[in-house]
């Protein structure tokens, strides 16, 4: 069985830009979330969709948003982007909504903002 | 509010030795405890998982972890740790709307 995957691997980009990073869920799971890893700031939680609906979302800011298509694969789009922004985004999916399904990750997306 | 600590930021070992990794959380309902291990440059791969019923639990590569609700504790032990287990080790809890909470990670070194 496959697991989650995520692409790029790796990105740079410069202040200001918008960056897409993309994920697709392990199969006949439901739900999707997405996670910062920053340097000295530990997981931060982003994002969680299911069934292509928003449920929750973290302590960061509208530039940071997403979308989750029928096939439950999602996107993480940043717009704006900002030095600090440079991070480890990871992705888990889980079989469904409840609280203790467990989260599987993928390998990220290193991202550079320069 | 939900947290998770892991006291200890760096630990060394060495190889054969047995370790014990310590995870505290704070929540307010039944906790849903994880522990995932992140080799460098990879994501997280999960080790073991708490939900409810026996209290010390079995995980992959011969982990363990023992839920002790007195104490808000969830550590981590390997009776005889090998090289390849040199990682970064993250606690969690799973709180309402499916988010975990991450401790800030315990790194492993194991020296020969």
């Known amino acids: 069985e496959a697991g989650v995957t995520q692409s790029p691997t790796h990105l740079i980009k410069t202040r200001g830009q918008q960056v897409t990073l993309r994920c697709s869920p392990i199969s006949g799971h439901t739900s999707v979330y997405w996670y910062q890893q920053a340097l000295g700031l530990g997981l931060q939680f982003l994002l969680w969709?299911?069934?292509?609906?928003?449920?929750n979302r973290g302590n960061f800011p509208p530039r940071f948003s997403g979308r989750q298509f029928p096939n439950y694969s999602s996107e993480l789009n940043v717009n704006a982007l900002e030095l600090e922004d440079s991070a480890l985004y990871l992705c888990?999916?889980?079989?469904?909504?409840?609280?203790?399904?467990?989260?599987?990750f993928g390998p990220g997306t290193r991202l550079l903002v320069l | 509010a939900q947290s998770v600590t892991q006291p200890d930021i760096h630990i060394t070992v060495s190889e054969g030795a047995s370790l014990e990794l310590r995870c505290n959380y704070s929540y307010g309902a039944t906790p849903y405890l994880f522990w995932y291990v992140q080799s460098p440059g990879q994501g997280l791969q999960l080790l073991l998982k708490y939900f409810s019923g026996d209290t010390l639990v079995q995980g992959i590569k011969g982990f363990e972890a023992e839920f002790k609700r007195s104490q808000s504790s969830f550590n981590l032990r390997k009776p005889s740790v090998h090289w390849s287990d040199a990682a970064e080790y993250f606690c969690?809890?799973?709180?309402?709307?499916?988010?975990?909470?991450f401790g800030t990670g315990t790194s492993l070194t194991v020296i020969p």
């Open positions: 969709y299911d069934e292509g609906e928003e449920r």
């Open positions: 888990a999916s889980s079989r469904g909504r409840e609280n203790q399904e467990t989260q599987y």
């Open positions: 969690a809890v799973g709180a309402r709307g499916n988010q975990f909470y």
